[in-house]
């Protein structure tokens, strides 16, 4: 079972497995991604024009102002038909403006993706009339996760079930108590969330709210004996950010040296493994981006070495 807060990259595994172990993913499930990627752009956009209205900012270039009322609504984009045109120039105006990459900076205040930047970046290829995204399209491409989800792939000699559970609040009291009996709970955490706040909630901290669900996984009733598998996702953009965003802003009792990966990611590791109470519960971690297909291949062999040494060990019981 995968679990997480929202924005962990759940989601983001689960479409990984399917590349790496399943029949990848099919031309009507790549169209329905296109009316995603699009979705996600102009969405992305209309959270930063708000939140430049929330801290009183105006555009440094006033003839920008014209792209303004066309982000007023997402238009609904059917399978088979292009991209509405305007969006195409109204979306490479406005991310050039000095302004909106002014609160792109801030996008940790108000739950900015973490895929505006390749996006947007990539507008002029994904107007493209040929455009069908690709692996990196669709595992960057943000599809919130409500009730539960299965997926089913094959890993050598044994089958898979893997249930991808939502992970903002509201979506947990239909899940927490289902799964008693898993061959193992996969936790991800996004590392770099250490500075952001939650979709749901802009005043709560991503990392603290994972602390606090990780407390209540690790401890609970319904996974005893589960093994219990750490993701600390999101490494890639972690690694960027600790260099201008001051761990000890949020976390005051971070005593390391800001700007340095080990010393950061391990003080983190070493906050979530203090919250196991059980003296002979095993905490598996690993260091994960999961938008790396070989990284996350080598990663899931050795899960699934874990996995197996684990059933052994209750059969041999």
């Not at 709210?209 to 005893?224: H, T, V």
């Amino acid at each position: 079972m995968f679990v997480g807060a929202g924005e962990a990259g759940k989601t983001t595994i689960i479409k990984q497995m399917k590349l790496m172990h399943a029949s990848g993913f099919s031309v009507p499930e790549r169209e329905a991604f296109r009316a995603f990627v699009f979705s996600n752009m102009v969405g992305a956009m209309q959270s930063m024009l708000q939140a430049m209205e929330h801290h009183h900012v105006t555009l440094a270039n006033r003839e920008n102002e014209k792209y303004l009322p066309i982000f007023a609504d997402t238009p609904r984009v059917t399978n088979g038909t292009p991209f509405p045109p305007q969006y195409q120039e109204g979306i490479k105006a406005l991310w050039s403006d000095p302004a909106v990459q002014q609160i792109y900076g801030l996008g940790h205040t108000y739950a900015l993706a973490d895929n505006v930047k390749y996006f947007f970046d990539a507008v002029d290829r994904i107007y493209r009339p040929d455009y069908i995204p690709d692996d990196a399209d669709i595992l960057r491409c943000r599809v919130k996760s409500t009730g539960i989800t299965e997926t089913t792939f094959h890993l050598g000699s044994l089958t898979y079930r893997m249930f991808d559970v939502g992970g903002q609040r509201s979506e947990r009291k239909k899940w927490i108590h289902c799964f008693e009996g898993v061959t193992a709970v996969l936790f991800l955490v996004a590392i770099s969330g250490y500075d952001q706040c939650l979709v749901e909630d802009k005043d709560a901290n991503q990392m603290e709210e994972a602390l606090m669900l990780f407390d209540q996984i690790c401890n609970s009733q319904w996974f005893i004996d589960t093994a219990m598998i750490m993701f600390m996702n999101k490494t890639d953009i972690f690694r960027q950010k600790i260099k201008y965003s001051s761990i000890r802003d949020y976390f005051p009792d971070y005593n390391g040296q800001e700007g340095d990966y080990a010393e950061a990611a391990e003080f983190f590791r070493a906050r979530f493994m203090r919250l196991n109470r059980s003296e002979h519960k095993e905490v598996y971690v690993h260091y994960t981006d999961a938008t790396d297909t070989n990284l996350l291949r080598n990663i899931m062999a050795s899960v699934n070495d874990i996995i197996l040494q684990r059933n052994v060990s209750v059969l041999a019981l």
